[in-house]
């Protein structure tokens, strides 16, 4: 087990990619906070799964784009002991043509998919560093980092920043034994993107462009993130990965 002994926040792990990642990391050994912006019977039942597996779990409502929240959720999530692995999975998707788009839906995407990394990042490297201990950052990006895809000028921006978020936060912790990377995602099947798998017209367009030619699963994210978080990856920092069936290299 990769994870054995650590604990671990994944933000947004009510359900989809954040909910696999959850369930791989207690699956490898860790202790997992189950943060959501809506908790209840969805992040209750990732919490069941989690000590199923014999692993403490705890479930912290936090907006992870506003300040006061993250603050809060690092101080509640100390009832695990110290945070060894933070991933920042939280996001959101709308979609909105270019000429249409408002500053409001700018931000709001921005807030969330950019912003709320990097406070929790920051907020989670300062207890670190101050209590002189080492860990583990895995930014959630997305395949839209480097593919086109129509209304996203405010989503793939956002998502694309992170590969440089994680970069410069590296270089920025490296010597205090913090590692930071990124998996960009390709097609993965939750409720995000739901829509697309049920599409007879749009899914056979986009499985097209993946090499393997079928969509990935949560769990999948989660054995790449549960290896950037472990041991194993001691001498990797400061990299973007993509998880997506070879859809960016096409
Ligand atoms: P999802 O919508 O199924 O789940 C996202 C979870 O994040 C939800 O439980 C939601 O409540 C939570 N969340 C949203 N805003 C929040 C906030 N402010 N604070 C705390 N929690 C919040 O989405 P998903 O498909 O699982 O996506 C997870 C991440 O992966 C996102 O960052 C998304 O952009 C990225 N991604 C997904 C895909 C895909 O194909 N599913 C592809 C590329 C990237």
Redo the contacts with the bound molecule.
Sequence with gaps: MKLTGKVALV????????RGIAEVFANEGADVIV????TGE?TDQVAATIRSLGRRALVVQ????KREDVERMFEEAQELGPIDILVN?????TIVPFLDLTDQQWEDVTN??LK?GWMCAQTFCRRAIHEGRKGAIVN?????AARVLPGRTHYAPS?LAIEALTRNISAEVGLNGIRVNCI?????D????RWVLESPEILPQVVAQISLGYPGK?CDIGYAAAFLASDEARYITGQSIYVDGGWAGK
């Design positions: 933000t947004g792990a009510g359900q989809g990619i954040g943060n959501d912006i809506s969805k936090a907006d992870v784009s999975n939280a996001g959101v998707e969330i998919n709320a959630i990006g997305s395949i839209q998502k960009h995602p390709g097609l993965i939750t409720p995000m993107i949560p």
